[in-house]
């Protein structure tokens, strides 16, 4: 089976703290990755907040949904660890962008997980993808 490979870049765009809550932790005894989902989801939030952005489904006034996710895990994370995520806009393409998440365990001193969403622009009416908006794009490239 081809391993995922999701590489980060140097420079992120955001980066936001978290501490692991007993809620997090599954039957294992560490960080669900069910966890890791909703985890991505706040984040993801938090990121647009940070932009501007209310918390509509919208971003320049056009809807947005995720078209896939891919998680790598590194390492677990365990109750009260101190969690640091970074988020990173990357690889556009003419309907939608990557999200690149990192999720640092500051209290253990590692890498925890790597993430890729795939984000994509679309019209709730037709319910088609539609182009990025030149203005979303140009906040993160040099058109």
């Known amino acids: 089976m081809a391993r995922t490979v999701i590489e980060f870049p140097q420079q992120s765009h ?3 703290d978290y501490t692991v809550l007993i ?5 294992a005894n ?3 990755a ?3 989902f909703s985890l ?3 984040v993801q939030m938090r990121f647009f907040a940070y932009l501007g952005y209310d918390k509509t489904p919208q971003l320049e006034g056009v809807n947005y ?3 896939d996710t891919e998680f790598i895990f590194k390492a677990e ?3 009260a660890d101190q969690l640091t995520i970074d988020v990173a806009v990357g690889d556009f393409s003419s309907k939608g962008f990557e999200l690149l998440y990192r999720v640092k365990n500051n209290t253990r001193k590692s890498v925890a997980a790597y993430i890729k969403a795939g984000m994509v622009f679309f019209d709730s ?19």
């Open 30 to 32: 560490h960080f669900g």
């Open 65 to 67: 949904l995720m078209g």
């Open 125 to 143: 009416q037709t319910a088609r993808p539609v182009n990025v908006p030149t203005s979303f794009k140009k906040r993160f490239t040099n058109m």
């Open 14 to 16: 955001f980066s936001t």
């Open 23 to 27: 809620s997090d932790i599954n039957s």
């Open 34 to 36: 069910d966890k890791m």
């Open 40 to 42: 991505m989801i706040e």
């Open 77 to 79: 994370s365990f109750y």
